[in-house]
């Protein structure tokens, strides 16, 4: 019986190995397939090269060493049998062999690396974070660049984080807590072109120490340590706010809905109406966030990653997702003609204290959803001066259609697409 049985697992696997390596070679056979000619039309109407995309297997995959790792770096390696290459352009950042991953290393599942793209890093790095600094990442999902603005913050300053969808905003609240790196983070769900709440350090300077002791002692109906279980009063509160919604003919403006937070990030101590305190608009100006990052929702043409599934999904479900006539004027009319993402950009400017700075970035290379962003958000923004990144020019990237701007693609920088813009809000 138990040599049948053993027969029986070793034919299984035998099984196993054969479907891996059919699996393997229909891969390798789509991945040989011509690009669908609409996508190569769709890219000559937006001045793009096809051999960005043939290349593609060229172009490494990323990780980041958590800061504090960095001696255990040779153990991640002879654990993963792979020699990471060290990023010189970027701290902290190592390329990989395009086709390796990292999910079932034991160095991911202890915190000590996270995937993220180069690119995406070079973004974050932008910023020029320094510690101390109150920042605001409007599209905060899945949840890598938020953590590597935490990992910039230190042990002062905050991160607020903001998402339209809770299911993909509840993965950077495991990311935070997987790489211990929510101590300092508040996480919303929001419209990031409607949100409008100002960082903690507004509240914090106007409540004495004594006051807030007692709060958290259970004196007064405040915030505590967070905990995922919410209290009785508040999952109350959130079950009549959904039945008021319910009976109204025309649906409130709800607040932000908070799904996590810090013991440091400012909210432990205040009661609701502190947090949400709303402010004049005039106000943004001097007691705003330091930095803002607007990554953007866009047609995602410029992730090469994202494009390559479609080998294996299909090209036919490529026209539908990307190249659909309506999917791509519904995204040009959303960011250009009836703004949605120029709104998202233009509330991430409003939000910011004089003096700060925003990137805007998008996994896109069409100069819809790039330059023409760019410029008229310029023309309606008197008060905002597009800045040189001086970190650039040690980056293999290339300069946009607008100065100043930046575009990385496979071919020029070895990581996937994005297009990169600073601004400088100046005094009014």
Same mark, same amino acid.
């Given at each position: %019986?138990?040599?049948?049985?053993?027969? *029986?697992?070793? +034919?299984?696997?035998?099984?196993?190995?054969?479907?891996? +390596?059919?699996?393997?070679?229909?891969?390798?056979?789509?991945?040989? %397939?011509?690009?669908?000619?609409?996508?190569?039309? *769709?890219?000559?109407?937006?001045?793009?090269?096809?051999?960005?995309? !043939?290349?593609?297997?060229?172009?490494? $995959?990323?990780? $980041?060493?958590?800061?504090?790792?960095?001696?255990?770096?040779?153990?991640?390696?002879? /654990? %993963?049998?792979?020699? *990471?290459?060290?990023?010189?352009?970027?701290?902290?950042?190592?390329?990989?062999?395009?086709?390796?991953?990292?999910?079932?290393?034991?160095?991911?599942?202890?915190?000590?690396?996270?995937?993220?793209?180069?690119?995406?890093?070079?973004?974050?790095?932008?910023?020029?974070?320094?510690?101390?600094?109150?920042?605001?990442?409007?599209?905060?999902?899945?949840?890598?660049?938020?953590? %590597?603005?935490?990992?910039?913050?230190?042990?002062?300053?905050?991160?607020?984080?903001?998402?339209?969808?809770?299911?993909?905003?509840?993965?950077?609240?495991?990311?935070?807590?997987?790489?211990?790196?929510?101590?300092?983070?508040? +996480?919303?769900?929001?419209?990031? &072109?409607? *949100?409008?709440?100002?960082?903690?350090?507004?509240?914090?300077?106007?409540?004495?120490?004594?006051?807030? /002791?007692?709060?958290?002692?259970?004196?007064?109906?405040?915030?505590?340590?967070?905990?995922? $279980?919410?209290?009785?009063?508040?999952?109350?509160?959130?079950?009549?706010? $959904?039945?008021?919604?319910?009976?109204?003919?025309?649906?409130?403006?709800?607040?932000? /809905?908070?799904?996590?937070?810090?013991?440091?990030?400012?909210?432990?101590?205040?009661?609701? &109406?502190?947090?949400?305190?709303?402010?004049?608009?005039?106000?943004?100006?001097?007691?705003?966030?330091?930095?803002?990052?607007?990554?953007?929702?866009? &047609?995602?043409?410029?992730?090469?990653?994202?494009?390559?599934?479609?080998?294996?999904?299909?090209?036919?479900?490529?026209?539908?997702?990307?190249?659909?006539?309506?999917?791509?004027?519904?995204? &040009?009319?959303?960011?250009?003609?009836?703004?949605?993402?120029?709104?998202?950009?233009?509330?991430?400017?409003?939000?910011?204290?004089?003096?700060?700075?925003?990137?805007?970035?998008?996994?896109?290379? !069409?100069?819809?959803?790039?330059? /023409?962003?760019?410029?008229?958000?310029?023309?309606?923004?008197?008060?905002?001066?597009?800045?040189?990144?001086?970190?650039?020019?040690?980056?293999?990237?290339?300069?946009?259609?607008?100065?100043? !701007?930046?575009?990385?693609?496979?071919?020029?920088?070895? !990581?996937?697409?994005?297009?990169?813009?600073?601004?400088?809000?100046?005094?009014?």
């Amino acid at each position: %019986m138990r040599l049948d049985c053993l027969k *029986f697992y070793g +034919l299984i696997c035998s099984f196993g190995v054969l479907i891996d +390596l059919i699996v393997q070679m229909e891969v390798e056979a789509m991945k040989k %397939m011509p690009l669908p000619e609409a996508f190569i039309d *769709f890219l000559n109407k937006n001045g793009l090269d096809s051999s960005i995309y !043939t290349a593609s297997d060229s172009t490494p $995959r990323y990780i $980041r060493l958590k800061p504090g790792c960095e001696a255990d770096i040779d153990e991640i390696e002879a /654990e %993963m049998k792979c020699n *990471f290459e060290k990023v010189d352009w970027l701290p902290n950042f190592y390329s990989l062999p395009s086709h390796f991953q990292i999910a079932s290393s034991k160095a991911y599942q202890e915190g000590k690396i996270y995937g993220i793209d180069a690119a995406s890093g070079a973004a974050v790095s932008a910023l020029d974070i320094k510690s101390g600094d109150h920042v605001l990442d409007l599209c905060a999902a899945p949840g890598a660049k938020l953590c %590597m603005i935490s990992d910039h913050l230190g042990s002062s300053g905050s991160v607020t984080g903001v998402d339209v969808a809770k299911h993909r905003l509840a993965a950077c609240r495991t990311m935070l807590q997987k790489y211990a790196l929510g101590d300092r983070c508040r +996480l919303f769900v929001a419209d990031g &072109t409607a *949100f409008s709440l100002i960082p903690i350090r507004v509240h914090s300077d106007s409540k004495s120490s004594l006051k807030r /002791e007692a709060a958290i002692e259970g004196k007064l109906d405040v915030y505590k340590e967070w905990t995922s $279980r919410r209290p009785w009063k508040e999952r109350k509160r959130a079950i009549r706010a $959904r039945e008021n919604e319910k009976s109204l003919l025309i649906p409130s403006i709800q607040d932000p /809905e908070l799904i996590f937070y810090g013991q440091h990030s400012g909210v432990v101590g205040l009661n609701r &109406t502190e947090l949400y305190k709303s402010v004049h608009c005039g106000e943004f100006s001097h007691c705003g966030y330091d930095k803002v990052l607007v990554d953007a929702e866009c &047609t995602h043409d410029g992730s090469i990653r994202h494009i390559q599934k479609y080998e294996q999904w299909g090209w036919t479900s490529l026209q539908s997702r990307v190249l659909n006539a309506e999917r791509t004027d519904e995204l &040009t009319t959303l960011q250009v003609t009836n703004p949605s993402i120029l709104r998202l950009l233009t509330n991430g400017f409003k939000l910011l204290k004089v003096g700060g700075f925003v990137i805007y970035s998008t996994c896109s290379l !069409t100069v819809a959803q790039n330059e /023409e962003v760019v410029e008229k958000f310029l023309l309606e923004n008197p008060y905002a001066e597009l800045l040189e990144i001086d970190a650039a020019n040690k980056w293999p990237c290339k300069s946009g259609r607008i100065p100043k !701007t930046l575009r990385f693609d496979p071919l020029s920088s070895q !990581t996937s697409g994005l297009f990169v813009a600073k601004f400088k809000k100046l005094a009014i």
